[in-house]
């Protein structure tokens, strides 16, 4: 969200107030998580496991992906595992359209447009700008004292959502940040245009955006290195747009039906062998970028298990384990950039290593979830009701003065 965002959250915090078990009580605490991932209506089932597949595609990726490899053996293996974080990303992409989207129009049915971009935001702000702070305080004594080839502007970059339009902002420990502005863009574009076009017309902006992007992206890509193209937002917020629009065309009833008879998992699993034909197809055609198909693939991969909670693939999604690593991600994903930092060692060397830095980077996040991300959430939601209750007050007081 940029200065907007800082501002928003800089101004409601200031608003809204200071303030395991053994045996059989094991399987209980682990039954009450299912359970829960279940029966939270707050939660869409499935969505937390797929962060939980996102985000552990990109630590095995760039855990490895900086191998010093010897032969070509390993770095065909290097190459390989490489994918997983672009494939990590762009589903956490197609998570967030789908999810925002959802939930904006959960939001509209329930309390109408009335204040509705006021109480997102407010949502928006205390979610993602709170995890950031001591991440943003490390890189900058890190880069004051010079031990990482990181500058003040690159981090003031990253803080502003603005890295994926800045070419100097490449060093490993803050590359990360690209994605969230990306994210954070749509944040900022999406919403505005859903409350006042609302589901009808909103899934018409959605299919013009889908092809300005993919006939945009086509053009660039003739003439700059997709590395740097497709960090900008203008040319990859297909992968949000298409499960945004997936998200407006489910809520009729027919469209939904349609795709819960796919909810299989045999149906589900070849999506991902079309995402891997469609990667094979993507390197060799040229006079059109295929990666709308991707963004297409990822939107169904993200759907139809939360159309199908009783799918076995849901299930497996909505398993404990998963489920705390999803809840989790948000975190995970600031901090392992840092934490992953190359150290120039061999692929056998990283692959034995992995699991040790995977620990530190979970409770890096377990601390940051408990102390920071919980209580800044609930501080959020606090004060979006003050303002729910606050747009009421105003709407019954303009309705009464109207009679």
Known sequence: MGIVGWCCWAVTFSQ??????????????????????????SRIAGLDGLRAVAILSVLVAHGLQASQ???????????????????GVRLFFAISGYLITSRFLDDMKEHGTDGILVRFYIRRAFRIIPPLLPNFLVLTVLAVWSLLPVTLADIAHAALFVSNYFPGSRDWVILHFWSLAVEEHFYLFWPPVLAIAGVRYGKLCAIAVV???SGAR???????????????THLIIDFLMYAALLALLVQNHGVRERLRRWSRPIPWALLFVALIVVDLMTEQVKLLDLRFMEAMIFALIVALPTLSPEMAVTRWLGNPYMVWIGKRSYSIYIWQQLLFYPLGFSLLMNVVTLPVRIALVFTTAAISYRFIEQPMIQKGRVL???????????????VASAD
């Open 16 to 41: 809204s107030g200071s303030g395991p078990g053994e045996g059989s009580l094991r399987i209980l605490t682990m039954a009450r998580l299912v359970a829960s991932a279940y029966s939270n209506p």
């Open 69 to 87: 490899v010897h032969g070509a053996v390993e770095a065909k293996l290097v190459a390989l595992v490489t994918k997983f974080g672009p494939f």
């Open 211 to 213: 092809i300005l992007v």
């Open 218 to 232: 086509t053009v660039t890509l003739m003439h700059h290195p997709a590395y740097e193209a497709l960090g900008w």
């Open 384 to 398: 979006e009701r003050r303002v729910e209750s606050r747009t009421a007050e105003q709407v019954r007081v303009s």
